[in-house]
Every structure is written in C-alpha cells, then in structure tokens.
C-alpha cells in the first residue's frame, strides 16, 4: 500500500527558509515522478512543483520560481521541498504526491500524502 | 499562463446527476485529470486521461474532454459524493500543472 508521509512544517518568519520532507513507502520510489502540491485553508489547490524519477526534470509554478526547490533521494525514497526568502502567502498546507509517470512528469497523481503545515507569520 | 475554469459550487439532489465543467482553451488537445477532496481528506483521483476510472472508483463517475471544456459526470448522486471536485492538466507549453479552481458539490 503506497503511503507517504510529511514533515518539517512550521511556524517561520518571513524571509527565513524552511525544508519539507515526504517519506514514501508501498512503491518504487525512483520510477515515479513526484510533485508538491498547496493549499490554503478553505481554498483549492495550487502546483508548486515537479520532479521526474531520475531527477533530470523539474519544474516550478511561478510563485515559488528561484525561491523553492524540489529534489529527491532515490536511496532513501524521500522526496524535499527546500523553501527559501518564504512570504506569507506561502502559508499553506502542503502534501506529496505521487505520479503515475516513470519517464518524464506528465501523467495523474495516484497518491497523496495527508500534508505538513507551513505557517509564514512575523 | 494556462487557466482552467470552473463553477465555484453546485447542489445537487440525491438520485440525481451531476456534471462538472472544467473549462480551458483547446482543452480537448490535453489530458485531463479529475480529484475528489472530501473535507479534511487528501484528494483522491477519480478519473485520469480523460475519461479512465481507476479502480475502485464507482461506475457512477464518468467524464469526457472535447473542444474548449472538459466534464466529470456522476449519473447518479449520493450523499458520500458530496466534496470538492477539481481539474488538472498538464500545459507543455508553460511546462506547468494547473489545476482549475474547484467546484463544490453540495447533496441536498
């Protein structure tokens, strides 16, 4: 049974810098491509990025672009989001979440972890 | 950047059935994706590629992508059914996921 679990979400300053991690078990974690995905409370859900199985590919969503970074260690099947100059309206819940692609980072997201929140407050 | 559209809420009654727009440019070119998110719950896909149901999900669900709008159909609507129900699609043009911004089925 594929699980994945979040950690690291805090409260933080404005400006500082924040790592997520996801912990996957119940799959090959190096075949699947991975994403992060948000949501601020009561609101719907934002991509902040992708990453492919290998990771030789990865895209952003605009807002977190040059702020944040999502990387991977295949040995450990754990995925990061490494979250830097953080705004409030990061403020979000923020969930792992498992892709059906083994090549590249299309495909559906079959997965999702129950997410870690991230709280941005002066 | 891609946007996709969709109404913010609906009512449905029981019995009934309900279908979801998701609308986008020339959508009918992409894949569409569609995930269910009942309250406090992480989303669970309920379709894939357009129109696949995974297994597990109940027949009642159907969808289908052509032209400019994509739809999830639920022929027949239950009380567990009541959740939000959100788009997703890949734009390679912005080399982005975008999800639309969810509707929320309401059973009466």
């Known amino acids: 049974q594929v699980h994945l679990v979040e950690s690291g979400g805090r409260v933080v300053q404005p400006g500082r810098s924040l790592r997520l991690s996801c912990a996957a078990s119940?799959?090959?974690?190096?075949?699947?491509?991975m994403q992060w995905v948000r949501q601020v409370a009561g609101k719907g859900l934002e991509w902040v990025a992708v990453l492919s199985s290998n990771g030789g590919d990865q895209f952003y969503a605009d807002p977190v672009k040059g702020r944040f970074r999502i990387s991977r260690d295949n040995s450990k099947n754990t995925l990061f989001l490494d979250m830097n100059s953080l705004r409030i309206e990061d403020t979000a819940t923020y969930r792992c979440?498992?892709?059906?692609?083994?090549?590249?980072?299309?495909?559906?997201?079959?997965?999702w972890g129950q997410g870690t929140l991230v709280s941005v407050s002066s | 950047s891609y946007v996709l559209t969709q109404p913010p809420s609906m009512s449905v009654a029981p019995g009934q059935p309900a279908t979801i727009t998701c609308g986008g440019d020339d959508i009918g070119r992409k894949s569409v994706h569609w995930y269910q998110q009942k309250s406090g719950q992480a989303p669970l896909l309920v379709i894939d590629y357009d129109f696949h149901r995974p297994s597990g999900i109940p027949e009642r669900f159907s969808a289908s992508n052509s032209g400019n709008a994509a739809t999830l159909t639920i022929t027949t609507v239950e009380a567990g059914d009541e959740a939000d129900y959100y788009c997703q699609v890949w734009d390679a043009t912005s080399r982005h996921w975008v999800f639309g911004g969810g509707t929320r089925l309401s059973v009466l």
């Open positions: 979440a498992k892709g059906s692609a083994s090549v590249g980072v299309t495909g559906f997201l079959d997965a």
């Open positions: 119940g799959f090959t974690f190096r075949s699947h491509a």
